[in-house]
């Protein structure tokens, strides 16, 4: 291509010399291309709008040599660098450069296309009319797409795109290399999607809604597919993820909480079963206690009682330890009297301090309150458990329980904070025996279980109970010297409440006549229980009745009136459960309340609320035992038993 003009005789170097008309002036402004008109010595004779734009407004170009402002060399194969303008003056012909990255002087890089056009005049080479296209936004556009490309092409997933028929468009190579590791490469796509396939591109595009993590097994992998619809485009793109660790991880957690299901399931069951026939022995132990009989039977009897009480313990520091482990350790807030809580552990302690000439004394600080709000059962618990390990490893000497307020703990009226600490003058320990105490099922030598007996669990509930009650438990001890074991314990202050004129004991309404025995309805499958609870029911002065099964206690319910019914929880037919539906359903608009007490081997608080949303007015764990019965008999009726 040639350009050709027309010169006149006066005409200069200006652009008068190769412009001419109206319309080749409203071209050059007009097209979006810079175009330089260069002269035989590489310099600018002129450039259009678009050209100054590009080099800059404030800079002048008339004169410039077109080299210096593009630095436009190309390489030939003898790495020999050559000005396209003068290549295209040697051989006449267009000269292309496709791609140049040029700066302007403010550092705006460029990348641009530049096409060198011999200009000739009576077929003379006398310059170039250099064209120059910038290429920036539509590389960078081309770069993006390719960049975009690249992410799909070289994703690790597998990744997939369907047209509105079903058809597959594209599969990336994370697809292919899926397809090779499950060994499908010559199956066929189809085998690792779900047979359902096409419905789910169907539902995906019709609805314009994405579906995420359909799942699909295939060979030895799990792969969960997420469907994308392109509406605009009539297209669905599918993203794969890998998921079979994942899944096998789940799997293997749904199996731990089944596991720890069952094993919750069976602590439950045991301790029902375990329950159920201690209630029998510390029962009928309990009542031939009260018989007469030799010094050696009564030997005997308390004997039994007492290994029967050992292995409820046993029992109880088990479902505690599974308890704790299951992280359903919680606390209740009541009123505790801080010396009769400490008196009641002494009562069931003495026995066995006497039996070994021990003395337990009691040391409590003045300005340590009478009361206090806490857990009383578990703050019994810590405290029965240390002084009973006290006494346990103790041949001579004593026991000392302290209780002190911590300095500085008043000062915070939102907390009270007691120091507690148990003395003996026991064994003691080794500082490497200290240091494993307070694990589960450590003891301080292995041959302990075979000399003192016990899980080993006690220390270790004893230490989450103080930890829950937000404070800390340690020992110092000196072997052969005995030990010091010290807790703290955050309680709240006691809330003091007015006595209603409606208290128990007050109140001749409620307590009803004195001296009229109540008639009381024991449910119970477990012969045993029966005998036991009916004999502890009479020396209380009440009238019994029996039912054996959940459908004889509500039948003997709608034809009897009874002030209390004592309701044993699993039976066969009709537990207790629901027979306390059923007569709670019966109760509805009637004015009356039969006051039921749940008896129940299980010990759990899960339990408890079952209970209580069955409709039972209180709970009682088995064993039962005299004092509990008649605590919870005057608690329901309002009155004293003797």
């Given amino acids: 291509m040639q350009f050709n003009n027309r010169a006149t005789p006066d005409s200069g170097t200006g652009p008068r010399d190769f412009l001419t008309g109206e319309d080749a002036k409203f071209l050059l402004a007009s097209v979006p291309e810079a175009i330089f008109f260069l002269d035989h010595d590489n310099r600018i004779l002129h450039l259009n709008r678009a050209a100054q734009q590009l080099v800059g407004h404030a800079r002048p170009m008339i004169g410039v040599e077109f080299h210096d402002l593009m630095g436009c060399l190309t390489s030939l194969e003898d790495n020999i660098s050559q000005c396209p303008f003068g290549r295209m003056m040697r051989t006449g012909e267009l000269v292309v450069i496709p791609s140049h990255?040029?700066?302007?002087?403010?550092?705006?890089?460029?990348?641009?296309?530049?096409?060198?056009?011999?200009?000739?005049?009576?077929?003379?080479?006398?310059?170039?009319?250099?064209?120059?296209?910038?290429?920036?936004?539509?590389m960078e556009i081309q770069r993006d797409v390719h960049r975009a490309a690249r992410l799909a092409e070289d994703a690790p997933n597998p990744i997939v795109e369907f047209d509105a028929t079903g058809a597959?468009?594209?599969?990336?190579?994370?697809?292919?290399?899926?397809?090779?590791?499950?060994?499908?490469?010559?199956?066929?796509?189809?085998?690792?999607?779900?047979?359902?396939?096409?419905?789910?591109?169907?539902?995906c595009l019709?609805?314009?809604?994405?579906?995420?993590?359909v799942e699909h097994a295939v060979a030895d992998r799990v792969i969960a597919w997420s469907f994308f619809p392109l509406r605009n485009l009539k297209l669905i793109r599918v993203y794969g993820i890998d998921i079979t660790s994942d899944v096998a991880l789940r799997r293997a957690k749904e199996a731990a909480e089944e596991s720890e299901r069952a094993k919750g399931i069976f602590l439950a069951t045991m301790s029902h079963e375990l329950r159920t026939p201690m209630n029998g022995v510390l029962g009928c132990t309990q009542l031939l206690k009260d018989t007469s009989l030799s010094h050696q039977q009564r030997e005997l009897v308390e004997t039994m009682h007492r290994s029967a009480e050992a292995l409820l313990t046993l029992v109880n520091d088990i479902l505690d330890f599974s308890k704790i482990e299951a992280g359903k350790m919680t606390l209740e807030v009541a009123n505790v009297n801080l010396r009769a809580l400490i008196r009641d552990v002494l009562t069931l302690m003495e026995g066995g301090a006497a039996h070994k000439g021990l003395t337990v004394s009691v040391e409590i600080d003045p300005d340590v309150p009478e009361e206090f709000r806490g857990d009383p059962i578990r703050l019994r618990q810590i405290l029965f458990n240390l002084v009973g390990n006290a006494i346990k490893f103790t041949k001579q000497g004593g026991v000392t329980i302290a209780v002190a307020v911590v300095p500085g703990s008043a000062e915070n009226t939102d907390t009270v904070v007691l120091q507690w600490s148990v003395r003996d003058t026991g064994i003691g320990l080794t500082p490497e025996q200290q240091a494993q105490l307070f694990k589960a099922y450590a003891?301080?030598?292995?041959?302990?279980?075979?000399?003192?007996?016990?899980?080993?669990?006690?220390?270790?509930?004893?230490?989450q109970l103080v930890?829950?009650?937000?404070?800390?438990?340690?020992?110092?001890?000196?072997?052969?010297?005995?030990?010091?074991?010290?807790?703290?314990?955050?309680?709240?202050?006691?809330?003091?409440?007015?006595?209603?004129?409606?208290?128990?004991?007050?109140?001749?309404?409620?307590?009803?006549?004195?001296?009229?025995p109540k008639r009381v309805l024991v449910v119970d499958d477990n012969e045993i229980n029966q005998v036991v609870v009916c004999k502890f029911l009479q020396k209380l002065g009440c009238q019994v009745e029996v039912a054996r099964t959940g459908c004889e206690a509500v039948e003997a319910v709608s034809r009897t009136t009874y002030d209390i019914v004592l309701?044993?929880?699993?039976?066969?037919?009709?537990?207790?459960?629901?027979?306390?539906?059923?007569?709670?359903?019966?109760?509805?608009?009637?004015?009356?309340?039969?006051?039921?007490?749940?008896l129940t081997g299980h010990a759990s608080d899960e339990d408890a609320q079952k209970c209580h949303q069955a409709g039972m007015d209180k709970v009682v764990t088995k064993p039962l035992t005299?004092?509990?019965?008649?605590?919870?008999?005057?608690?329901?009726?309002?009155?004293?038993f003797s």
Avoid: K
């Fill in 101 to 138: 990255i040029w700066a302007r002087e403010d550092g705006t890089e460029f990348e641009l296309s530049l096409s060198f056009w011999p200009r000739s005049q009576g077929g003379v080479l006398v310059g170039a009319v250099v064209i120059v296209r910038d290429l920036t936004d539509a």
């Fill in 168 to 203: 597959m468009l594209y599969a990336n190579t994370g697809m292919l290399n899926l397809m090779a590791q499950c060994g499908l490469l010559e199956a066929g796509i189809e085998v690792m999607f779900p047979e359902r396939l096409s419905t789910l591109l169907r539902e």
């Fill in 206 to 213: 019709s609805t314009d809604v994405s579906l995420s993590r």
């Fill in 443 to 463: 003891q301080a030598e292995a041959s302990t279980t075979r000399r003192f007996g016990g899980t080993g669990l006690g220390l270790m509930i004893c230490r």
């Fill in 467 to 516: 930890e829950l009650m937000g404070g800390a438990i340690s020992v110092v001890s000196q072997y052969g010297e005995g030990s010091t074991f010290t807790y703290t314990t955050n309680l709240l202050p006691a809330i003091h409440r007015e006595a209603s004129a409606m208290s128990i004991g007050t109140n001749q309404s409620v307590l009803g006549e004195p001296g009229m």
């Fill in 567 to 598: 309701m044993d929880c699993e039976m066969p037919e009709m537990n207790g459960y629901e027979a306390t539906r059923e007569i709670r359903r019966r109760e509805e608009g009637a004015v009356n309340h039969l006051p039921i007490i749940a």
């Fill in 626 to 640: 005299l004092p509990a019965l008649r605590a919870g008999l005057q608690e329901l009726l309002g009155r004293p």
